[in-house]
């Protein structure tokens, strides 16, 4: 049985008291939410806060990226995992497709901060999704295949118990177009195929592979009713805690 996991991207939005605003309003909505596990990604700035304040529930902290170093160096700007978990983060999202587009991240990078966030002891959400024109171009399958390829490469089979996929189709975010249940099926399935090649059976049967690409309230459900649909990565609707706690508490 795979737990579902639903999880917040805030990217670039809320300040600190606004953070811990959202995050505390959030709390109670979801407390009885056990079928699920639950994340929120707030900015680096306000994760040692936001993890304290609801540390005992069932609420986790993400980072939305990591560096792909754990050693303690000159590495201006960036954050190592070990550090994101000394402030309390369980979960890092790692190759969000803005992070691909707008600053240069690759399947290396991708497989580096995989594997740094893993040796500090975090469960990495890999992100992978095809751009609109390689999806009419009838290319998304292998797409989304080389970046998983890539992207989760040298990965154990203990180390695949804390990956987390997240398919994100690049023009189905923030632009208010899902993908249809059957598309987000049709390449869920794809990705476990692919996982069961390179990991084998046993972990692609039990890796958990997320939708992500404007899902809101509405359409949680009939995303969830699909076999390889296992949880969602949200952005837009996560930002205020009562449509995220819709899509948390959502009915099957
Ligand atoms: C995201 O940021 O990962 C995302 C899926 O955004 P949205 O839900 O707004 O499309």
Redesign the pocket.
Known sequence: MRKPVIAG?W?MYKLLSEAVDTALRLKPLVANANHCEIVIAPVFTALKTVADRLEGSNIKVASQDCAAQNEFGAHTGEVAPVMLKDVGCSYAIIG???RRQIYGETDASVNAKTKAALSADLKAIV?VGEHLSEREAGSANSVVETQLNKGLEGLTVDDMERIII?Y?PVW????GKTATPEQAQEMHGHIRQTVAKTHGDAVAKDVRILY????KPDNIAELMSQEDVDGA??????LEADSFAKIVNFEK
């Open positions: 991207n990217k969000h497709s803005e992100c997240a994100e189905a975010i923030g632009t992500g690409g404007s899902v990565l949200v952005g837009g609707a996560s």
